[in-house]
C-alpha cells in the first residue's frame, strides 16, 4: 500500500488544485449554479469549500507555528456560513478565491521549520495530528473535489499514488466486510480474519471512487458516505 510522505501529499495538493482551477476557468455563473454530485451542493458551494478549506487549514499551520490554539473554524455553523457567502460571489471572483487561498496555505507550509512540522493541531473533527499531516488533508479535499466538480476530471486523471494513499486512508476508517485489490496488485487489502470474504477486484481509479462512494462497482456491497 502507500508510503506517503508530506512532500508527495504536497504534490498531490498542487495537482488537484490545478486540475479543479483548469476545469472551473470557464465557469460563468451559470456553470457554478449547476448541481454538483454532492447532495444539495452546487459547483459553486464545492468551490467555496474548497477555498475555504485551505484557509482553515492556514490557521492550522499559524497554530504549529506559533503555539497559539488557531482551530480550523470558529464553530460549525460559521464554517457553513462562510460556504453561503463564499458560493454568492462572482464567479470571477470565487475561483479567484480558490486560486489565491491555495497560493496563500502553500506559502504558509514552506515557511515551517523541521520542528513546526512535528507540532500538534487539532482538526475541525477533533484528532490531534502533526502538522506534517496537513498537506494530506489538502490533497485529499483538493484531489477529490476536483472530480466532484463534474466538469472532466476523473479518478483516472489523478496521481496513482494519491489514489493508493486515497484507498488506505478510506479503508483504515472503514473496514470493511470484504477483501479488494488490483489486477497489477498495486492495492491489496484484506482483514486480518477475512474468514473468506467475498474479494472486490477493480483498477485503481474505479477502487478509490467506489470506496469514497463516487461510483460503484458491480456486484459490490454498496457504502455509506465518506468524509
Known sequence: MSTRTPADARGWAARGTELFLAAAAPFGPAEYA???PLPGWTRAHLAAHLAANADALGNLVHWAATGTPTPMYASPAERLAGIER?????AAEL????RE?????AA????LTPEQWQAPVVTAQGRTVPA???????????CVHAVDLAAGVTFA???????????????AKRAPA???RTPDGSVQWRPADDGGLPVVEAELPSLAAYLTNRQPIEGAPALGPWL
Open 86 to 90: 463564499g458560493r454568492a460571489l462572482p
Open 157 to 171: 486523471d489523478l496521481p496513482a499514488g494519491f489514489l493508493a494513499a486515497l484507498c488506505e486512508d478510506v479503508l
Open 34 to 36: 449547476a448541481p454538483s
Open 132 to 142: 506534517a499531516e496537513l498537506p494530506w488533508l489538502r490533497a485529499r479535499e483538493a
Open 95 to 98: 475561483t479567484h478565491w480558490v
Open 101 to 105: 487561498s491555495a497560493e496563500r496555505l
Open 108 to 111: 504558509a507550509l514552506d515557511a
Open 178 to 180: 470484504f477483501a479488494l
